[in-house]
């Protein structure tokens, strides 16, 4: 049976498996055409793996349901993955992190989370292009960009407008911009990306999709490119919030999500959906908005526009039963500091020369490596300049950064990490306890997520509308507690519930202007 892979999302794929109206064959060579007709424009992959090999894995777990087995609710689905998480020989995709250093190195094994993936029955389709080290090599290099595959583009807005800064309404925005394409523009229905600051929500958001960074350090991090334990998490992104608690329970198992999610989906009355819900606290959209022309270059009417629709939003969910306060007061991110100092960028610098590339590294044979250390990465880029730094991005100013400006000692680093995490913390709790309310909301381009980034909590994305002028969509950007993803799931699928009920469903690319 055919279907839109633009529109279809897991959950009606399963559907069609259980009642075999298709197989899970049939659905890998449905995507791998859309991939073969759009893949050339969008840039979305560093690599996809091989037809013969995927159709191979699709037959016997097609098989193993024809026998009764059904390993998930995720059995047979295919997803993509960003290029950070290492993949082993059996999946035949290799890991880069979207640096010439890497290719060819060959990995031990399987991320903890692909092998999570991979025992639940689903089917890793190939690896997203991404920031090259997610960010962290130079500080000019647009969102999505990486050397060694070149610019992922958006699907909705297609080539990125000259002299664009880096969240531009053209920029597809953020490190994990390959799987959000590779979501939207109908490669597959579910991808994972990771976070260390926006890197899932801003892609996601521009994709108008439903997207979750969880708790940081509730996943297993084994096998991933990451700048930051203190601030990186893994996340999935997919077309609808059934589709992402599905993947949360193979994520974080025992959790039950999907079940919490579809409970609510149960409920006839609108106003019954929020139900249990402490209550949202939304901020005020004309304070929380991304500023400066260093970020982002406004058009006329595109700021009116955003803060318009976002206000319209909080009116509409407050008369139609959500338990809603807006707008809310909430600190500026300017006041993440320690002792009148900045934070983040020292504890990412540190932590990504001294302890996740180290590791990354280690995830590899050592005799098919071309880079051992931070030393050799910087090394190796110089001594191949045309193909690693390519104008515009010459410049590699955030690894020389990492190689030599970063704090002396364990003690100071544990210092930034301790006050940075109590600030924050104390920033986003204050506000939760004064309006009573269990999460907080704000414009997906806002700064929301990096206060979200330093408590180490939770955060999440919805759609909201598009751009008039670009057609580039946005969405909200939901924070919530330590270990309170239920609480963003639970608003998630009310929210998606609300939108379809009035006819207001996520947007869909029209990807004509690619032939």
């Not at 939770?458 to 270990?483: H, I, W």
């Not at 009310?494 to 990807?511: S, T």
Request: overall charge negative.
């Amino acid at each position: 049976m055919a279907f839109d892979p633009l529109t279809t999302t897991a959950t009606e794929l399963q559907g069609l498996l259980a009642d075999q109206v298709t197989t899970s064959e049939a659905i890998i060579d449905r995507y791998l055409d859309q991939i073969a007709k759009y893949e050339p424009a969008l840039k979305a992959f560093i690599s996809v793996a091989l037809h013969e090999l995927l159709g191979a894995t699709a037959r016997r777990l097609d098989e193993e349901r024809r026998n009764g087995r059904v390993r998930s609710r995720l059995h047979g689905i295919p997803v993509v993955l960003k290029d950070c998480f290492v993949t082993g020989p059996e999946l035949g995709l290799e890991t880069t992190a979207g640096s010439w250093a890497f290719v060819g190195a060959k990995a031990k094994c399987n991320a903890a989370i692909v092998q999570r993936l991979v025992d639940a029955g689903m089917i890793v389709l190939g690896k997203t292009n991404m920031s090259e080290f997610a960010g962290i090599k130079a500080s000019t290099a647009m969102p999505g960009w990486s050397a060694y595959r070149g610019q992922t583009l958006s699907p909705y807005v297609g080539l990125i407008e000259e002299g664009e800064p880096l969240l531009g309404h053209s920029a597809p925005g953020g490190s994990s911009t390959g799987s959000a394409v590779s979501v939207a523009a109908g490669f597959a229905p579910l991808a994972l990306g990771a976070e260390t600051i926006g890197s899932i929500i801003t892609p996601a958001s521009r994709a108008a999709l439903y997207a979750i960074k969880p708790t940081v350090g509730v996943q297993n991090t084994q096998g991933i490119f990451c700048i930051s334990d203190f601030f990186d998490s893994p996340g999935p992104m997919a077309k609808s919030t059934l589709d992402l608690a599905a993947v949360m329970d193979i994520l974080m198992p025992h959790r039950a999500f999907l079940d919490q999610v579809m409970s609510l989906k149960k409920r006839d009355a609108a106003v019954a959906r929020w139900d249990g819900s402490a209550g949202v606290a939304f901020v005020d959209p004309r304070i929380w908005k991304t500023e400066g022309d260093t970020m982002v270059r406004h058009r006329a009417g595109t700021l009116e526009q955003m803060i318009r629709d976002y206000e319209a939003m909080a009116v509409d969910l407050q008369e139609n039963g959500c338990p809603l306060k807006f707008p809310v007061e909430l600190e500026a991110t300017t006041e993440l500091t320690v002792d009148g100092e900045q934070a983040i960028m020292p504890i990412s610098f540190w932590e990504f020369k001294n302890i996740c590339i180290p590791r990354f590294i280690a995830a590899f044979d050592e005799a098919s490596l071309a880079v051992h250390s931070l030393e050799d990465m910087v090394e190796f880029n110089e001594t191949n300049k045309e193909k690693c730094l390519p104008e515009p991005y010459g410049e590699q100013n955030y690894l020389l950064r990492a190689l030599h400006d970063t704090p002396e000692t364990t003690e100071q680093i544990s210092h930034l990490r301790a006050g940075l995490r109590a600030k924050a913390r104390r920033i986003l709790n204050r506000v939760l306890d004064k309006t009573a309310c269990d999460m907080i909301v704000g414009p997906a381009d806002s700064d929301l997520c990096i206060h979200a980034a330093a408590a180490g909590y939770p955060v999440a994305t919805v759609p909201l509308s598009r751009l008039l002028y670009n057609k580039r969509p946005f969405g909200l950007c939901l924070v919530a507690g330590e270990n309170q993803e239920h609480v963003l799931l639970r608003f998630m699928a009310c929210y998606e519930d609300f939108l379809e009920e009035f006819g207001r469903g996520r947007a869909v690319p029209d990807l004509s202007w690619v032939q």
